[in-house]
């Protein structure tokens, strides 16, 4: 079992930045692709950035591609999202999640991912 616990989110004036954590309490964490996900009010769940279990191949969202980057650090069992350049579309809770799968790769669909963190909430003021 893999817990996932987000932190990090919060309140930023358009333009500023924010740094996401998520740390894993799973022994297995550095063999996992993982994720970020984002769900805005009265909208669904989208894909933001996702990490392959190496570290070596990243993809984001066109929305963030240049504002946001994603990595890791096994040591910590921790995954980061660091977010530039914030826009107030960029208001939502903020999920992380773990596919556990053999390939250790990069997934883009929420389907694809076994385990969730409870969400964290990004506004970002006008």
């Known amino acids: 079992q893999v817990q996932l616990v987000e932190s990090g989110g919060g309140l930023v004036q358009a333009g500023g930045s924010l740094r996401l954590s998520c740390a894993s309490s799973?022994?297995?964490?550095?063999?996992?692709?993982m994720g970020w996900f984002r769900q805005a009010p009265g909208k669904v769940r989208e894909f933001v950035a996702v990490?392959?279990?190496?570290?070596?191949?990243?993809n984001y969202a066109d929305s963030v591609k240049g504002r946001f980057t994603i990595s890791r650090d096994s040591a910590k069992n921790t995954v980061y999202l660091q977010m530039n350049s914030l826009k107030p579309e960029d208001t939502a809770v903020y999920y992380c999640?773990?596919?556990?799968?053999?390939?250790?790769?990069?997934?883009?669909?929420?389907?694809?991912?076994?385990?969730w963190g409870q969400g964290t909430q990004v506004t970002v003021a006008s």
């Open positions: 999640a773990a596919a556990a799968r053999p390939s250790g790769g990069t997934y883009y669909s929420e389907y694809d991912y076994n385990y």
């Open positions: 799973g022994r297995t964490f550095s063999r996992y692709g």
């Open positions: 990490i392959n279990w190496s570290g070596s191949i990243t």
